[in-house]
T-cell receptor, first 111, second 112 residues
Framework: KAGVTQTPRYLIKTRGQQVTLSCSPI?????VSWYQQTPGQGLQFLFE???????NKGNFPGRFSGRQFSNSRSEMNVSTLELGDSALYLC??????????FGPGTRLTVL | QKEVEQNSGPLSVPEGAIASLNCTYS??????FFWYRQYSGKSPELIMF????GDKEDGRFTAQLNKASQYVSLLIRDSQPSDSATYLC????????????FGTGTLLAVQP
């Protein structure tokens, strides 16, 4: 059974640009959660999608958005990038019971 | 007060010893509790989850939950150098499906 796939794995952008990250969950999982991990703040919840609907949202500015498609694949978008957005962005594929399985992550560097 | 608190460590134990990792949480209504292991440069890997008070064992790992004290722990028996990693405690708060609040993690170093 394939695991969680995230693309791209690495990304370098400059301030003011926008970026789109993609996540394909484990087959059969309908829920996807996104997290940001930084050395200073640790792992922080961004949002969660189930059947194309956002059910939960963390405390991030509106520059951070996401969506989910009918095949459960999810994307997150960050607009007007800031230096502080440099982080590892993790997607988790959710099985019933809140068990979450993380993908390899996308490392975003903002210059 | 942080929602999920862990001692950042490093916790150093000799090979073959028991490593004890602790975590406290502030939301008394939290429903489920998770331990993840994260090697440097890698993504978190789910080790254990526990929902009910008491102990849950899986191989060399035992998770312990005490909801009255808002405390969850992870014991690693017969620690191996390959267990050296950061261990993250995560809590699912009440009313928030598939949302985990993570502690900052405890760095475990198992000395050969």
């Amino acid at each position: 059974k394939a695991g969680v796939t995230q693309t791209p794995r690495y990304l370098i952008k400059t301030r003011g640009q926008q970026v789109t990250l993609s996540c394909s969950p484990i087959s059969g999982h309908r829920s996807v959660s996104w997290y940001q991990q930084t050395p200073g703040q640790g792992l922080q919840f961004l949002f969660e999608y189930f059947s194309e609907t956002q059910r939960n949202k963390g405390n991030f500015p509106g520059r951070f958005s996401g969506r989910q498609f009918s095949n459960s694949r999810s994307e997150m978008n960050v607009s007007t990038l800031e230096l502080g957005d440099s982080a590892l962005y993790l997607c988790a594929s959710n099985r019933a019971g809140d068990e979450q399985f993380f993908g390899p992550g996308t490392r975003l560097t903002v210059l | 007060q942080k929602e999920v608190e862990q001692n950042s460590g490093p916790l150093s134990v000799p090979e073959g010893a028991i490593a004890s990792l602790n975590c406290t949480y502030s939301d008394r209504g939290s429903q489920s509790f998770f331990w993840y292991r994260q090697y440097s440069g890698k993504s978190p890997e789910l080790i254990m989850f526990i929902y009910s008070n008491g102990d849950k064992e899986d191989g060399r790992f035992t998770a312990q939950l005490n909801k009255a004290s808002q405390y969850v722990s992870l014991l690693i028996r017969d620690s191996q150098p390959s267990d050296s990693a950061t261990y993250l405690c995560a809590v699912n708060p009440r009313g928030a499906t598939n949302k985990l609040i993570f502690g900052t993690g405890t760095l475990l170093a198992v000395q050969p």
